[in-house]
Each structure stands twice: as C-alpha cells, then as structure tokens.
C-alpha cells in the first residue's frame, strides 16, 4: 500500500523560561497509508495534539520542533520555509479543532468562512467552492443545505457547527486531514450523529485523516489503526480490532479498563432501601429573568423537580447541557433561590437563600465543582485552604486542625507533603483531591458533586470514582453526583435522576435504566453512549425524527422532549401535558406512553426513526 | 476542556495502576522566577534612587534650600553642582528638599485614591445591584469631569494646600481605580472558589479580602504604578501654573516654573528638576512593566 504520512524520528521540544528545554514529544515514527484513518489516543499530557500540530509544521509557543521528519505526499514538512507553510496549510493538511465555536470567526456568514481556504489557495473559484460547499453540505446531513451557509455560526446548533467545520477542511480535497478531539464538547446524543456523517464522508470520499482522541469507545468506531501514546512516547501502534481484542501494553490496559467503569454492585456499597431523608426536593421551580404576572420567572431552568436522598445514598442526576443539572446543585447550595417549591435538609426547611441559613446548615451540605483549577483559590496554599472549613465549622484547637489537614490529605490519597503547595503546582487529579478534602473538612452529610470528574482524564477520573465511592462506604457521605455520562452516573449511584430541558423525565436505579422500558430521552441517553468495540456505530439506527408538524400551544407543561421525541404522538404529546407514572420495574416516567407500549418500541433493535401517529 | 501540553512541565509518569497515577508527585517544579529584564532594573534603581531622595534627600543637601547666595542663574561648578536657581540658590539642595513633596504627595494620593477605589469596587461586585448602580454612576458622572480642570476648580475654591492637593489628586482618580477593581472582582465573584467560599456562610469582608483580593492584586500593582506617575505629573502641572506647592516650599515641578527664565539659556536649574519629573515617571514605568511581563509569564 501506497504510504501517504510517514513521521520519522520526530522530536518535538517545550522551552522553559530559564532556556532548558524539556522533550515533550520523543522519536515518535509512524505511517500512515492513503485512506487510512490513523487514531492518536492519550491522556492530556501524552503529546497527541502536539503530534497532530507538527504534521500541518506548527509549534505552539513555547514549543519547538526539535528533530525527524515529517512526509506528507511529496511534501517534506518540516523543511519548509514560511511560504511553503501556508501552502500546506488548509490546502494540503486541513485541521478540524475542538471548540468549533471558537474556531469560527462570530461576524462572518458560514459560507464565506467555510469557502475561504479554497480562494486564498486558489484551487476553486468562488462559483466552483460555492457549489462544492453545497455537495458537502448535502453529504454532512446539514439540514437546509442551501441556505445554510448564509447562516452566522451563533444561528447553528453545537453539532452541526462541527459538521461545517468538517466542510472547511474538506472544500479543497486535503491529502490529509487532522480531526482533534472533534466531538470531545459535544452532548453524547448530538455526538453520535457528527461521527456518523464524519465516517460516512470519511469513508465515501477515502480520505486520510488523523483523529486525536481520550476517548477509546470514539476511536474504536471511527479509526483502521490506534496509536498509543504517553509521556510523548509511542506504546503501542495496532489495528484497532486488535488493540482492543488484546492490548499488549499494561498502559493500554489500565485505559481500557478505566473506558469501562464496574457496575455499583461490583464496588461492594451498601444500597441503603429505607434510610432517613438527607436531602427531601418537592415541586421546585427555579430560573432567571424579570418575575412575571403568575410569579415565576421568565426563563425557567427546572419546573416540577420532586427527589429525596437518603443518608449514606447517592442520587444521580444527568442530562445533557442546558437541562439544569448545575441550577439544581446551585439550588440546593443557596446560590440560587428557587421561586417555588421547597428544600428540605433532615427534615428542617432551608431558607431559599444564602442568606437566613445556619452555620450548621452550610456545614452540612458541601458543594465539590467539576473545574478544580478555578474551584481552588490559586493565591492559597493547599493548606489553607483545607484549615478554613475547619476554622469556619468546628471548635479545633491549632494543632488539631493541622493534624485535620494531615489526615484529610490521607484520606484523599494525597502526602501530606502537598499540604504548603499552591493549587497551580498541582497535576489535575491532585487538585480534583484537595477540592474534594475541603468539602470532607466540614464533615457534611451531604455533598453536591457537580460533574467532578468531567474535566479529568479516563484514568484519573475513574480513580476519583473509586475515591467517591470508598468515602461513601466509610463515612455514612450521600451524594447528589451530577454528571452528563450515565456511565459514571450507574458506577456510583443507587438512584438516578434524568433530567431534559429541567424537567424530570425519568426516576429509576442504575439496573433499571439498563432494560426497556425507559423513557424515550432516557433510552436515546443510554443507545447514544458509544460501546467499547468496532461496528457500533454502523449499528444505531437513526433517530432524527421529522419535524413537528402543528406547532404545539405556547402555554401548559407539555413533555420538553417533544421535539426531539422519535415516538411522539401527535395530537396528544402536543396538547396535553404528561402524567408520571410508574412503570412495572419501579422506574417513575413523565411520558404519555405506558410501559408496555414502551417495551415494545424499544424492545427491537430498530426504533421507529419517525413520529408514531396516535 | 484545553488538554495542553505546559511548556516546563515533566511529562506524566507511567501509572502502575490507575490509582496511583495522580498521586504521585509532581517532579518538583522550581518556582518559577521572571528574570529581570535590563529595563526593569533600570526602573528598579531609579524607583529606589528617588524613594532614597524622598526620604533623605533634607539631610544630604549640602546647603539650606532657601538659602540665598552666589551668582544667579550659574551654571554647573564645584560649589553648586547643578548650578543656581534665579535668586541664587543652590539647585541641588532644592530638588534634594523638592522630591519629598513630589514623591510624597504623589505616593499618599496614589495609595488613598487605589485604596479607595479597590474598597468600592469591591463592595460593588459584591453587593447587589441596590449598592452597585448608584456607586456607579456617580463614578461615571466623576470620571466625566477632566481632573485638571477640577483641580483647578478646587484650587480656585479653596486655596492651595497640601492637604487640599492630595484630596484633588484622590478625587481625580479614585474612580479609574473603582472601574479596574470592580470588573476585576466581578470576573472573580463568578468564579467557583468565591462561590464556594458563599455557600461555606462567609461574610462579604472575609471574601474580599481573602479570597478577591491576593488574585487582584498584581493587576491593582500596576495600576498604582500608573496613577502614581499620572499624579506627579497632575501635581508638577498644578506647580507649574503655581497653583501647586506654595513657597517657600517647592516641589520639582514649581522648580521648573520658578526657573523658566532661564530656558533660553539652558540652565540647569530649569533642567535638572524637569530631568528628575523624567526619570522618576520612566523608572515608575518601566517598573510596572516588568509586573506585567511577570503576569503574562506566569499565564
């Protein structure tokens, strides 16, 4: 087979201040034939996106390509001068980034955007790029191909400014193109779409790509060949089947496993059935905006919330972005009076706000967030920042509270050595530890975990799982664990709470979301999830269900997920609003289906992919 | 989610198990020190030369600053290194005795009128909107008056004092200061350890000035830096008109005014003072910047 990328031997070097230099990325080799999609996997640190960058013959600052050689056609990367660069650039290489919100310029219409790389590099005319954008927008699934290139990016959804990001590095038909971590800020349900047109068009169109990635279940359905990589060094370099049918590197053994967390009952918690109430929610409503006419807000967050936890349980809440999950934890926390419903902690009501709350009652509901570098105050030693609780909560003479420090630092796996540290001098998942002793040193019943483990790395998050879920055995700890990935929701909850666009839709336990019937969100929630083998993707029917014929009255509390719904029925989801009910496995739903109904639609393998007319 | 390489940052080390991969510590990092820039110690050491001037320039004057004697308007001699002013006086005792007014003043004003606006802006950030948007636009309406000629307003009013110059410099910039802290501390209040620090029950005073101000703080440096050198300059124009420090005492820039008749001639006694307001705004200057660069590396 013809070899299109070859990297030989490359070295890729970070400056310090002082002028040393540190190898961040060490004789890395690797080929990669035409039509090949070649995945670069790693954890944050692994030198994957700095790899990547060095085929399109970029440094970011402070970094310098220091050795080998890079081929990409007949082109020699790295011996080009400025000119021979931008050539190369988005003409012959072409880069598919994380954040395609950041990457689009917010002031210019897509298309203009989308065309441009084709103009500067003069391979189309304006006329040819404009009619070859379109063909791409067919072939991307974009709905209204024609019209949607004189869009503003902020007019498109998350997904599909993905997927137009896709048609900018593909207008001038690249040699190679760099996907970095190109589905990585995307909701899983939204996910699974751009990787199916990605790897249609990546498969119609044989093109050559790189795709830069943490996540093994991703890259095992869009990529032939898996690169391993830690430290700037490469592990291992396999067919995907192989590499996931027998890893040989323990490395890759400790991220196949951490891909796939043990079930609840594995880890040996106690399910608590009949505990007193930490934490009681009943008919809460909360948003933002000017107070209306009825008294609620304008813009409502979570409408009808009803749960209850009970001491030493752990209640999950998930959805995806924008369903409320953080206003919930703010909720509870006093950040955010809720303008109905009310909050109770053990039985006693809790004011609204922050304001009227008791020392005890702030003691005793703790609240861990998912961004540790910002959830820590960077001007304040690790040990000061663990002594204020401690000073703020409990009576502790000086010398008790820093033995405290010492044996919450213990407690989290951390040495106590760390304790005179500044949070910036710490890796990811230290930090995530030092945030989650802070919350311990009040000694609460209750903790709020707001997506702790999202901003980690497979491994070290799934080893904050462990920590979580020790804690709870050892210290009686309930917890309201937030999280947008029902893996780890099941991994450490007894119950979990499904929440889409601030209602609940769902209520049931880690074994019972696992079988239909499920509410029709929760089974797109739980389909959506990519599995741990090649072929998946191939198999998930289409679910975009069409559009909603009337449109639905503005007013009354009609099912949130309607317009998404892929078995709605007109006529009724669209007048009336649903009733909960509670299905033959325990779970409580808000849907109009019954559970049978339900078993049925989800109990084949293919889901109707439209709308059910009553 | 930014998964970035940091330059200076030792590569991870290959975990035994998934447990022990973060605890493991760190390789320690030096604590990385700016090195200073040529330019920074030249600001440096100008700084330090006229803060050593403020606070002892009296005793190493080698004559009475009002002293009169000698030629009038002399150039640079033995006796009178940087010359005479025009009655005579020594030109070197008098910018010796004049930089404790500048520096002084400047450096009281600079400190009360950041003082005061940092202590506001933060009462704003953390008050509700109730406190924040009359605060504001009374700013608002005092930053729209030019402070020169509000000091000369004042001046008018009230007469020169040392008192009354220090209170105009404070007025004239409390509210630049009020605007830098308040966005400064309401980026800050978003962020999740000032929340945390709410829902632990902490009262305002302990979130501002434990948790707010240590992360402002270099940025509110700088500023003082800034408004420093701006009221020097605000106080040598004042002098300059004559609505400044009043005689006997004079400051550098009432030095400048009091010698103007001998511009044409070049004479240092119109010079040097002119060549201290100078050096002491370009040190300040390039001392700020070295803050910056400090902030910028430390990103």
Redesign the interface.
């Known amino acids: 087979m013809e070899l299109l990328v070859e990297v030989k031997d490359l070295r890729v070097v ?5 002028g040393s230099e ?1 190898p ?1 990325v060490k004789d890395v080799s690797f080929n990669l034939a035409k039509g090949e999609v070649l995945a670069l996997i790693g ?5 994957k ?2 790899i990547a960058l060095s085929l399109l013959g970029y440094a ?1 600052e ?2 310098r390509l220091a050795g080998g050689s890079i081929r990409v056609g007949d082109t020699q990367v790295l011996e080009l001068d400025a000119g021979g660069l931008r050539r190369l650039r988005g003409r012959t290489v072409a880069y598919i980034a ?1 954040s395609a919100a950041a990457a689009f310029n917010p002031s210019r219409r897509l298309l203009e955007q989308i065309i441009e790389s084709a103009l500067i590099h003069g391979v189309l005319t304006r006329r040819e790029a404009e009619a070859r954008a379109l063909q791409l927008f067919k072939e991307l699934a974009l709905p209204d191909p024609e019209q949607i290139g004189r869009r503003y990016p902020h007019q498109v959804s998350g997904g599909q400014l993905q997927r137009l990001m896709a048609a900018m590095a593909l207008i001038t038909d690249p040699t190679l193109v760099i996907l970095d ?1 190109p589905t ?2 995307l909701d899983v349900t939204t996910q699974i779409e751009v990787l199916r047109v990605f790897k249609q068009v990546v498969r119609e169109r044989g093109v050559t790509a790189i795709y830069v990635s ?1 996540d093994l279940a991703v890259v095992a359905q869009m990529a032939d060949r898996i690169l391993v990589l ?3 060094e490469v592990y291992e370099n396999r067919r995907t089947e192989r590499l996931l049918a027998s890893a040989r590197h323990p ?1 890759t053994r ?1 991220l196949l ?2 891909a796939q967390p043990e079930p609840l009952a594995e880890r040996g918690l106690p399910t608590v059935e009949t505990a007193a109430p930490v934490l009681e929610v009943k008919d809460l409503l909360a948003g933002y905006g000017p107070i209306g006419a009825d008294g609620l807000p304008r813009y409502r967050v979570l409408e009808g919330i009803d749960l209850r936890i009970g001491a030493g349980q752990a209640l999950g809440v998930i959805g995806e972005s924008g369903s409320g999950k953080s206003t919930l934890a703010r909720v509870i ?3 955010l009076p809720p303008a109905q419903g009310s909050v109770r902690l053990g039985g006693e009501l809790l004011p609204p706000g ?1 304001d009227g ?1 008791t ?1 005890e009652q ?1 003691r005793r ?3 861990v ?1 998912q ?1 540790a570098d ?7 030693s690790v040990e000061r920042i663990l002594m ?2 401690l000073e ?1 909560y409990h009576a502790f003479d000086k010398a008790t509270r820093q033995r405290k420090v010492r044996e919450l630092l213990d407690r989290v ?3 106590a ?2 304790a005179s540290r500044r949070p910036g ?6 930090k995530q ?1 030092v945030n989650l002793a ?1 919350a311990l040193a ?1 000694e609460p019943e209750l903790i709020l975990c707001d997506e702790v483990t ?2 980690l790395d497979t ?2 998050g ?2 904050i799982l ?1 920590l979580l879920a020790e804690l709870r055995r050892d210290l009686g700890l309930a917890y309201l664990f937030i999280s947008h990935d029902i893996s780890t929701v099941r991994s450490l909850c007894d119950e979990v709470l499904v929440l889409y666009a601030g209602q609940p839709v769902e209520l049931g336990t880690p074994a019972t979301l696992q079988h239909p019937p499920l509410h029709p969100y929760t089974e797109l929630l739980t389909a959506s999830v990519p599995a741990l083998r090649q072929g998946w993707l191939e198999e998930q029917p289409i679910r975009t269900p069409v559009p909603l014929v009337s449109s639905p009255p503005a007013s009354g509390r009609l099912c949130s997920f309607l317009q998404r719904c892929p078995v709605r029925l007109e006529g009724r989801c669209d007048r009336t609003p649903p009733r909960p009910q509670t299905l033959a496995g325990g779970n409580r739903i808000l849907c109009h289906h019954d559970g049978e109904t339900l078993q049925r639609l989800q109990g084949g393998t293919v889901l109707h992919s439209q709308g059910v007319r009553a | ?1 930014t ?13 035994v ?3 022990t ?3 493991q ?2 390789p320690a ?1 030096t604590r ?1 020190r ?2 200073w820039s040529p330019t920074a110690i030249i600001g440096g050491l100008l700084v330090a030369f006229w803060l050593f001037i403020a606070l002892f320039g009296v005793w190493l004057a080698p004559y009475d600053p009002s002293a009169l004697g000698g030629a009038v308007l002399s150039g640079y001699s033995a006796a009178h290194p940087l010359g005479t002013d025009y009655l005579g006086r020594d030109v070197l005792s008098r910018i010796l005795d004049g930089a404790r007014f500048t520096v002084g003043l400047a450096l009281i004003a600079a400190v009360l009128a950041c003082a005061l606006g940092s202590g506001l802006g933060l009462l704003a950030a953390l008050s509700g909107r109730w406190v924040d948007e009359p605060l504001s636009r009374l700013i608002d309406a005092l930053i729209s008056m030019p402070s020169k000629i509000t000091a000369l307003v004042m001046v008018s009013a009230f007469g020169s004092s040392v008192p009354l110059l220090i209170v105009m410099a404070v007025v004239g910039y409390t509210p630049g200061c009020y605007r830098i802290a308040r966005s400064l501390a309401m980026n800050l209040t978003e ?3 000032v ?2 620090a ?5 009262g305002r005073l302990y979130i501002a000035v434990v ?1 707010m101000l ?2 402002m ?1 270099l940025p509110l440096l700088t500023d003082l830096g800034l408004r420093f050198v701006y009221i020097v300059l605000l106080l040598s124009g004042m002098s300059f008109l004559g609505l400044g420090v009043q005689p006997p005492n004079a400051d550098l820039g009432s030095l400048v005014r009091e010698n103007i008749g001998g511009l044409a001639d070049g004479a240092p006694a119109v010079l040097m003072p002119a060549l201290a307001i100078g050096t002491l705004t370009v040190g300040v200057n390039l001392l700020i910047d070295r803050f910056g660069a400090r902030r910028r ?1 430390a990103r």
């Not at chain 1, 970070?14 to 002082?18: I, W």
């Not at chain 1, 954890?43 to 030198?47: A, Q």
């Not at chain 2, 330059?7 to 975990?15: D, E, I, Y």
């Open positions: 970070a400056q310090s201040q002082d540190t961040i954890e944050s640190g692994s030198g996106t700095t970011r402070g970094c994380q971590e990585t800020a943490h830690n430290g700037g490395y400790s496993a951490a926390a006093g950040l922050l709350r020392r702030f509901v703790q609240l967030y961004n910002t959830a820590l105050n960077p001007a304040h204020r609780p703020t796996q951390l040495p050595s760390l001098e710490l890796s990811g998942g230290q530890r802070r009040a999202s901003a491994v070290v799934a080893a462990d | 989610m998964r970035s390489v940091t330059p200076g940052r030792a590569a991870p080390v290959l975990p198990d998934g447990k991969l973060d605890t510590l760190s990092r990385r700016a090195r962020l999740e350890y929340q945390v709410r829902t632990r029950g902490e948790e240590p992360n703080r590396g």
